[in-house]
């Protein structure tokens, strides 16, 4: 091959990064722009306080992002003059920079902290003081820090909404709106305000409810939805036997409770044939370190997928998800990744109260 030809833009081959047209999903979900005045002003710490119906009216309004993205940042910029603050003090690329990217696509600015000893806080100053000061500097946080009571901390104290962008092993609730978003747009029926019993997916989760905030998080929001789920396998590594090493006390009940189905399994080989979905993660932010979990566990592309079956995973990736599977209709991956910056469009335009500004665009 020759230097010029090799330079030149390759494709992948499937749109990987479009995946579907969002616009599928418009029409199965029947505009209320009533619910989305729920996240008015919101902390967004967990999924756990949002209605099911506030969170379908949210994809709507990231399906219109996605659909026309230039109208909204050339004509309409509803966040111009407002100012994010970008506390990031755990490393992330896709989510600081979605973030980042969402605001600015939005019209407004940004100020990033990526390093927690650059600020008062390496002095000794407390989370309150620091909110307070937060108060005076900006419009909206996104925090993400690897000590878990930290964003709780900050909320008492915050007149300006903040976004828990993952904190140690807790919660990632945008993460989790992320996934759903792409789960609707890969299938809209399942947006649906009623979901045909048959058309119900089977998803198998690889990884850990009680030590990994994307799939605790993911539950949380598939609780909000049991009608679309016909059941949910938790694939994970021998060495957790049993619910009590990988579900908090209460935690497997209260989503039992819920309505979903959730079932355990050792085996993701035998599990593949008949899954929807597959969500496979490996890694645990804990304190200043990580875990790696399920390490046996690889999908490559010689497995024995559904045709239609779609492989989700939070990124970054290691050897749990080859990249062999990049060339594959399985992957959807990576549209996952560029959904979630529309899907913090939307969320972001709601929490600081333009979504009216919106609406008159729309």
């Not at 306080?49 to 399906?63: K, S, V």
């Not at 992330?92 to 806080?121: C, E, K, M, P, V």
């Not at 996934?179 to 990884?207: H, N």
């Not at 490996?282 to 690889?298: C, K, L, N, Q, T």
Request: charged fraction near 25%; charge should be negative; glycine fraction near 6%.
């Amino acid at each position: 091959m020759d230097t010029e030809t090799s330079l030149r833009f390759q494709p992948l081959g499937p749109d990987i990064y479009g995946a579907t047209q969002p616009q599928a999903l418009l029409s199965s979900i029947q505009e209320d722009g009533e619910a989305l005045h729920d996240l008015r002003d919101q902390h967004v710490v967990s999924i756990r306080p949002f209605r099911a119906e506030t969170l379908r009216q949210l994809f709507r309004l990231a399906a219109k992002f996605e659909s026309n993205p230039n109208r909204y940042i050339t004509h309409n910029a509803p966040l111009k003059g407002k100012i994010l603050i970008n506390a990031f003090y755990e490393p992330s690329t896709r989510t600081r920079l979605s973030f980042d990217s969402a605001w600015h696509r939005l019209g407004g600015d940004s100020i990033n902290i990526t390093d927690r000893s650059t600020t008062g806080i390496a002095k000794g100053e407390s989370l309150a003081d620091v909110a307070h000061m937060f108060n005076n500097y900006g419009d909206c946080v996104v925090l993400r820090d690897n000590h878990a009571e930290a964003v709780y901390e900050m909320t008492e104290a915050l007149r300006i909404p903040i976004i828990n962008a993952g904190n140690g092993i807790d919660q990632h609730p945008t993460q989790a709106m992320a996934d759903l978003f792409t789960l609707f747009k890969w299938r809209p029926e399942l947006a649906a305000a009623e979901v045909d019993p048959e058309r119900r997916v089977k998803i198998g989760i690889v990884g850990i409810p009680n030590r990994m905030r994307t799939v605790r998080s993911l539950l949380h929001i598939l609780a909000k939805f049991p009608e679309i789920v016909e059941e949910v396998i938790i694939i994970h590594d021998p060495s957790t036997n049993n619910s009590d090493d990988l579900f908090d006390e209460g935690q497997l009940e209260e989503l039992q409770a819920a309505g979903l189905k959730l079932r355990l399994s050792t085996n993701l080989h035998s599990e593949i044939p008949s899954l929807d979905v597959i969500y496979i993660n490996a890694i645990a932010w804990v304190g200043d370190g990580y875990e790696v979990h399920g390490s046996s566990f690889r999908l490559t592309r010689d497995l024995p997928y559904k045709p239609d079956a779609i492989v989700l995973h939070p990124l970054a990736r290691g050897p749990e998800l080859s990249s062999c599977m990049d060339d594959t209709p399985h992957n959807w991956y990576f549209s996952q990744a560029r959904g979630a910056v529309f899907l913090r469009m939307a969320l972001l335009t709601c929490l600081v109260d333009r979504t009216d500004r919106v609406m008159d665009v729309i």
